[in-house]
């Protein structure tokens, strides 16, 4: 009996291993994703000023990579970090960081240029990033 219950012991914890491993790699392949595109930061906005629906249809909701010169990083009434991206408009990028991104956010220059990705949010007063990363 007591071999029986050695090799279920064995057995549950190989499972555990197993479904942990797997976990923690999903988990590290969703902050590397690959984004579904690649875009400069005024093509974007160029996009959703011109044909907003159109440009829900290809970005809304997305992850992508959004590339333009930082213009301001601040901290929203939230509390989140908040990058905003030039886009030679009035209106901006604003790409709001995942928590876990803050502190490397804090130190970015303005002036600087920046590869930023995130989920895409749709436009907003200016195109809206969700969930942020620096590339």
Same mark, same amino acid.
């Given at each position: 009996m007591t071999r029986r219950n050695n090799r279920f012991s064995r057995g549950l914890?190989?499972?555990?291993?197993v479904v942990s491993f797997i976990a923690f790699s999903l988990s590290?392949?969703?902050?590397?994703?690959?984004?579904?595109?690649? /875009?400069?930061?005024?093509?974007?906005?160029?996009?959703y000023s011109t044909d907003e629906e159109n440009a829900n249809e290809v970005f809304l909701?997305?992850? /992508?990579?959004?590339?333009?010169?930082?213009l301001k990083v601040e901290v929203d009434e939230n509390? !989140?970090?908040?990058?905003?991206? !030039?886009t030679n408009?009035?209106?901006r990028v604003r790409c709001i960081m995942s928590s876990d991104e803050d502190q490397s956010a804090q130190g970015l220059e303005v002036g600087m240029k920046v590869? /930023?990705?995130?989920?895409?949010?749709g436009?907003?007063?200016?195109?809206?990033?969700? !969930?942020?990363?620096?590339?």
């Open positions: 914890l190989l499972i555990g291993v590290r392949e969703f902050e590397k994703f690959t984004p579904e595109f690649k /875009i400069s930061a005024a093509k974007l906005h160029y996009v909701n997305k992850r /992508i990579c959004v590339v333009g010169k930082l509390g !989140d970090t908040v990058l905003t991206l !030039d408009e009035s209106r590869e /930023i990705k995130g989920l895409c949010a436009y907003i007063s200016g195109v809206v990033m969700l !969930d942020c990363t620096l590339a």
